[in-house]
Nanobody, 127 residues
Framework: QVQLIESGGGLVQAGGSLRLSCAAS?????MGWFRQGQGKEGEFVAA??????????SYADSVKGRFTISRDNAKNTVFLQMNSLEPEDTAVYYC?????????????????????WGQGTQVTVSS
């Protein structure tokens, strides 16, 4: 059983930045972020798959060019750098991890492909 520990959420003004971190207690091949705003359906944000030097990243269209996902192999940790934040980014952000090497938007954005989930961290962007 892999545990995910998230950190980095908070309150920021529109146009500001936040960095989320998610540390896994064991090895996984894909890690990513989903979010759910109040009264909204959950949505995929970004994810990264890695294995033997092969890295694949994917982003939701709504965050492309503003968010960057990266990872630290040695620490089994993934980061989400969020810049130019907008009020619409306000949500609870959940870290997720899969034992599969997910490739392609259809698969990597499918929450059913993920085995482990974090508790969530609140991100609030004020206008």
């Amino acid at each position: 059983q892999v545990q995910l520990i998230e950190s980095g959420g908070g309150l920021v003004q529109a146009g500001g930045s936040l960095r989320l971190s998610c540390a896994a207690s064991g090895r996984t091949f894909t890690m990513g972020w989903f979010r759910q705003g109040q009264g909204k359906e959950g949505e995929f944000v970004a994810a990264v798959s890695w294995s033997a030097g092969n890295i694949y990243t994917s982003y939701a269209d709504s965050v492309k060019g503003r968010f960057t996902i990266s990872r630290d192999n040695a620490k089994n940790t993934v980061f989400l750098q969020m810049n130019s934040l907008e009020p619409e980014d306000t949500a609870v952000y959940y870290c997720a991890a899969s034992q599969l090497w997910l490739y392609g938007t259809t698969h990597i954005s499918n929450r059913d492909k993920y085995d482990y989930w974090g508790q969530g961290t609140q991100v609030t962007v004020s206008s």
